[in-house]
Nanobody, 125 residues
Framework: QVQLVESGGGLVQSGNSLRLSCAAS????????IAWFRQAPGKGREGVAC????????YYADSVKGRFTSSSDNAKKMAYLQMDNLKPEDTAVYFC??????????????????WGQGTQVTVSS
Protein backbone atom coordinates (compact mmCIF):
# COMPACT_ATOMS: atom_id res chain seq x y z
CA GLN A 1 0.00 0.00 0.00
CA VAL A 2 1.19 3.47 -0.84
CA GLN A 3 1.66 5.51 2.28
CA LEU A 4 2.99 8.98 2.96
CA VAL A 5 3.54 10.03 6.55
CA GLU A 6 4.35 13.64 7.33
CA SER A 7 5.98 15.23 10.32
CA GLY A 8 7.62 18.47 11.32
CA GLY A 9 4.76 20.95 11.39
CA GLY A 10 4.25 23.30 14.27
CA LEU A 11 4.01 26.86 15.50
CA VAL A 12 6.90 29.20 14.74
CA GLN A 13 7.56 32.91 14.68
CA SER A 14 8.09 34.94 11.52
CA GLY A 15 11.62 34.65 10.22
CA ASN A 16 12.23 31.23 11.71
CA SER A 17 12.73 27.97 9.85
CA LEU A 18 11.00 24.64 9.82
CA ARG A 19 11.69 21.38 8.03
CA LEU A 20 8.87 19.09 7.03
CA SER A 21 9.51 15.40 6.45
CA CYS A 22 7.58 12.89 4.39
CA ALA A 23 8.25 9.18 4.88
CA ALA A 24 7.22 7.16 1.84
CA SER A 25 6.47 3.49 1.37
CA UNK A 26 4.67 1.19 -1.04
CA UNK A 27 6.27 2.39 -4.26
CA UNK A 28 9.68 2.75 -5.84
CA UNK A 29 10.58 6.00 -4.20
CA UNK A 30 13.46 6.92 -6.50
CA UNK A 31 11.22 6.79 -9.58
CA UNK A 32 8.46 9.06 -8.29
CA UNK A 33 9.37 12.46 -6.90
CA ILE A 34 7.44 13.84 -3.96
CA ALA A 35 5.57 17.10 -4.37
CA TRP A 36 4.54 19.55 -1.68
CA PHE A 37 1.25 21.43 -1.44
CA ARG A 38 -0.39 23.66 1.10
CA GLN A 39 -3.91 24.78 1.85
CA ALA A 40 -4.88 27.79 3.91
CA PRO A 41 -8.38 28.03 5.42
CA GLY A 42 -10.92 28.84 2.74
CA LYS A 43 -8.32 28.57 -0.01
CA GLY A 44 -7.56 26.01 -2.66
CA ARG A 45 -4.70 23.59 -2.44
CA GLU A 46 -1.60 25.35 -3.75
CA GLY A 47 1.39 23.68 -5.31
CA VAL A 48 4.48 24.65 -3.36
CA ALA A 49 7.24 22.52 -4.84
CA CYS A 50 6.96 20.01 -7.68
CA UNK A 51 9.54 18.26 -9.80
CA UNK A 52 9.28 18.62 -13.56
CA UNK A 53 9.54 15.02 -14.72
CA UNK A 54 10.71 16.15 -18.15
CA UNK A 55 13.93 17.82 -17.08
CA UNK A 56 14.19 17.10 -13.37
CA UNK A 57 13.97 20.73 -12.36
CA UNK A 58 11.91 21.81 -9.38
CA TYR A 59 9.09 24.29 -9.65
CA TYR A 60 8.48 26.52 -6.67
CA ALA A 61 5.50 28.77 -6.19
CA ASP A 62 6.45 32.41 -6.58
CA SER A 63 5.38 33.06 -3.02
CA VAL A 64 7.99 30.65 -1.62
CA LYS A 65 10.76 30.85 -4.21
CA GLY A 66 14.08 31.52 -2.57
CA ARG A 67 12.80 30.53 0.87
CA PHE A 68 11.68 26.92 0.47
CA THR A 69 13.77 24.02 -0.78
CA SER A 70 12.61 20.48 -1.48
CA SER A 71 14.93 17.51 -1.33
CA SER A 72 14.90 13.75 -0.96
CA ASP A 73 16.96 10.90 0.41
CA ASN A 74 16.46 7.79 -1.67
CA ALA A 75 18.18 5.50 0.81
CA LYS A 76 15.83 6.59 3.58
CA LYS A 77 12.81 6.99 1.29
CA MET A 78 12.29 10.40 2.79
CA ALA A 79 11.37 13.72 1.25
CA TYR A 80 11.90 17.06 2.91
CA LEU A 81 10.68 20.60 2.59
CA GLN A 82 13.04 23.08 4.17
CA MET A 83 11.18 26.30 4.91
CA ASP A 84 13.29 29.32 5.75
CA ASN A 85 12.32 32.88 6.61
CA LEU A 86 8.75 31.85 7.29
CA LYS A 87 6.04 34.45 7.01
CA PRO A 88 2.50 34.58 8.44
CA GLU A 89 1.13 34.04 4.94
CA ASP A 90 2.84 30.64 4.92
CA THR A 91 0.35 29.47 7.54
CA ALA A 92 -1.46 26.47 6.09
CA VAL A 93 -1.83 22.74 6.23
CA TYR A 94 1.05 21.26 4.27
CA PHE A 95 0.79 18.00 2.34
CA CYS A 96 3.21 15.76 0.56
CA UNK A 97 1.93 13.93 -2.49
CA UNK A 98 3.05 11.59 -5.24
CA UNK A 99 1.89 11.01 -8.80
CA UNK A 100 2.23 7.34 -9.72
CA UNK A 101 0.63 7.82 -13.15
CA UNK A 102 3.11 10.39 -14.45
CA UNK A 103 0.30 12.81 -15.21
CA UNK A 104 1.67 15.71 -13.22
CA UNK A 105 2.77 18.63 -15.34
CA UNK A 106 1.61 21.86 -13.73
CA UNK A 107 1.96 21.28 -9.99
CA UNK A 108 -1.80 21.10 -9.49
CA UNK A 109 -3.45 19.01 -6.81
CA UNK A 110 -5.72 17.05 -9.13
CA UNK A 111 -2.68 15.61 -10.88
CA UNK A 112 -1.57 13.68 -7.80
CA UNK A 113 -2.76 10.26 -6.71
CA UNK A 114 -1.66 9.82 -3.12
CA TRP A 115 -1.38 12.21 -0.26
CA GLY A 116 -0.08 12.45 3.24
CA GLN A 117 -2.41 13.34 6.07
CA GLY A 118 -1.30 16.95 6.20
CA THR A 119 0.57 18.80 8.91
CA GLN A 120 -0.29 22.22 10.28
CA VAL A 121 2.25 25.02 9.96
CA THR A 122 1.36 28.19 11.81
CA VAL A 123 3.57 31.27 11.57
CA SER A 124 3.00 34.07 14.02
CA SER A 125 4.01 37.67 13.34
Amino acid sequence: QVQLVESGGGLVQSGNSLRLSCAASGFRFAYYPIAWFRQAPGKGREGVACVNVGDGSTYYADSVKGRFTSSSDNAKKMAYLQMDNLKPEDTAVYFCAVDLKFHAANCQAFEYDFWGQGTQVTVSS
